[in-house]
T-cell receptor, first 117, second 112 residues
Framework: GAVVSQHPSRVICKSGTSVKIECRSLDFQATTMFWYRQFPKQSLMLMATSNEGSKATYEQGVEKDKFLINHASLTLSTLTVTSAHPEDSSFYIC?????????????FGQGTRLTVV | GESVGLHLPTLSVQEGDNSIINCAYSNSASDYFIWYKQESGKGPQFIIDIRSNMDKRQGQRVTVLLNKTVKHLSLQIAATQPGDSAVYFCAEMRPNDYKLSFGAGTTVTVRA
């Protein structure tokens, strides 16, 4: 099956700094990627949809200036958590779809554990 | 708003027994559902999916049942193994924008 890779898998940063998380589709091109956030023992919450060549669309309640998304190529989307604070500590997961936005087959990355101290 | 949810947060099952995980959804317009398995510290892994024009779909040791009348989805795992211990999520594809909405998750623990 298709592979989606996230980097880094774990990151610890100081409060006030910014952190970039990469999501790559290794063997396919993805025009659409998705970013989720997951708190301990909770479900995945969709944060935003990353669209290659255009602006990301954010879910209600997600601050676009706080969580910057860039989808510069068909195989790479990045999520930057700006001015991170301890409450941003979470598990961030990306997914990518084969084909267009209505294609139902989605593949998930292994997740990035962010800890802000 | 409408969302997908799970009935029970935890399930303990004896190794070798069958497991049944339930999910209730509220958006009657949804036509595609997926079950995912998530092991600790990892991303979700696709298990099986089903479209609304089907009532049942079988995979290897897994079966998904869909009851559209009561908007209920279930995942059955046959002969549960220790490697099946994980959190299981049902997900619904939102019909308006084709994005996934996840349920709360059920933690399955397999007893040896």
């Amino acid at each position: 099956g298709a592979v989606v890779s996230q980097h880094p898998s774990r990151v610890i940063c100081k409060s006030g700094t910014s952190v970039k998380i990469e999501c790559r589709s290794l063997d396919f091109q993805a025009t659409t990627m998705f970013w989720y956030r997951q708190f301990p023992k909770q479900s995945l919450m969709l944060m935003a949809t990353s669209n290659e060549g255009s602006k990301a669309t954010y879910e209600q309640g997600v601050e676009k200036d706080k969580f910057l998304i860039n989808h510069a190529s068909l195989t790479l989307s990045t999520l930057t958590v700006t001015s991170a604070h301890p409450e941003d500590s979470s598990f961030y997961i990306c997914s990518a779809r084969l084909g267009g936005p209505t294609n139902t087959e989605a593949f998930f990355g292994q997740g990035t554990r962010l800890t802000v101290v | 708003g409408e969302s997908v949810g799970l009935h029970l947060p935890t399930l303990s099952v004896q190794e070798g027994d069958n497991s049944i995980i339930n999910c209730a959804y509220s958006n009657s317009a949804s036509d595609y559902f997926i079950w995912y398995k998530q092991e600790s510290g990892k991303g979700p892994q696709f298990i099986i999916d089903i479209r609304s024009n089907m009532d049942k779909r079988q995979g290897q040791r897994v079966t998904v049942l869909l009851n559209k009348t009561v908007k209920h989805l279930s995942l059955q795992i046959a002969a549960t193994q220790p490697g099946d211990s994980a959190v299981y999520f049902c997900a619904e594809m939102r019909p308006n924008d084709y994005k996934l909405s996840f349920g709360a998750g059920t933690t399955v623990t397999v007893r040896a």
